[in-house]
């Protein structure tokens, strides 16, 4: 599914693109670190989305969803203000209760920002199976 606003699936990979503000940056003019934290995680709603999933609606109507166990960031070369980059994500691993997502953020083809995100899926705060639909679209091959 392609979303103008949250990106669009290419075989496996979701990407999302995003203009860098003002408000992303430090006083430098570059990207402040925690600013990539909400380019990713925007980006890991929004390959749910893609996939047929919506955050609220698991939580609404379930009381599930996912939530981030670990989490590792390199930081590779700065983005600035006013920069278009692209934050690419794909599953690495999918279990039964959790899976590895792996991020990058790129720049004209060069990467910045490297990320591995562990998330759990839970159910009413409990750790749950998630939905075989969602695993399956998760592990696709092209």
Known sequence: MNDPLGGRM???RHI???RIYYEDTDFSGAVYHASYLRFLERARTEILRAIGFDHRHLYETKREGFVVRRM???YLKPARMDDVVAVVTSAESVKAASLVLRQTVVRDGETLVTALAQCAYLR??????????MRREMMRTE
Request: proline share 11%; aromatic share 0%; hydrophobic share 30%.
């Open 10 to 12: 290419d075989g496996v």
């Open 16 to 18: 999302m693109t995003l």
């Open 72 to 74: 590792t960031i390199d």
């Open 124 to 133: 009413h705060g409990r750790p749950a199976r998630m939905p075989e639909r």
